[in-house]
């Protein structure tokens, strides 16, 4: 069974900083593309960054300048690095993969348990 695994959420005060950690375990042969995205209630899912297993990243507009994604592609992890936070940062952020597991040719997209970050005073 393969499973994305979030930590790092939590309360922090506007202008703090977190750091979001997603780990991949199971028969895994490769993962593609990882990402974060984040949700609201009553607000549909929306991206925040993703990473390409080169390198190559995306972000939204909101969080350009602020957050930082990173991967390490030999420990199936990624990082999301949240400075500057602000109030509307408040959400749950889900971890996304796109993950090849032992015995298939197609990569499923599995999604994390999701993490609350709470920016509040």
């Known amino acids: 069974q393969v499973q994305l695994v979030e930590s790092g959420g939590g309360l922090v005060q506007p202008g703090g900083s977190l750091r979001l950690a997603c780990a991949a375990s199971g028969s895994i042969v490769t993962i593609n593309t990882m990402g974060w995205y984040r949700q609201v209630p009553g607000k549909q899912r929306e991206l925040v960054a993703d990473i390409t297993r080169g390198g190559s990243t995306n972000y939204a507009n909101s969080v350009k300048g602020r957050f930082t994604i990173s991967r390490d592609n030999a420990k199936n992890t990624v990082h999301l690095q949240m400075n500057s936070l602000a109030p509307e940062d408040t959400a749950v952020y889900y971890c996304?993969?796109?993950?090849?597991?032992?015995?298939?040719?197609?990569?499923?997209?599995?999604w994390g348990q999701g993490t609350l970050v709470t920016v509040s005073s």
């Open positions: 996304n993969a796109g993950v090849m597991v032992v015995g298939s040719y197609r990569y499923l997209q599995l």
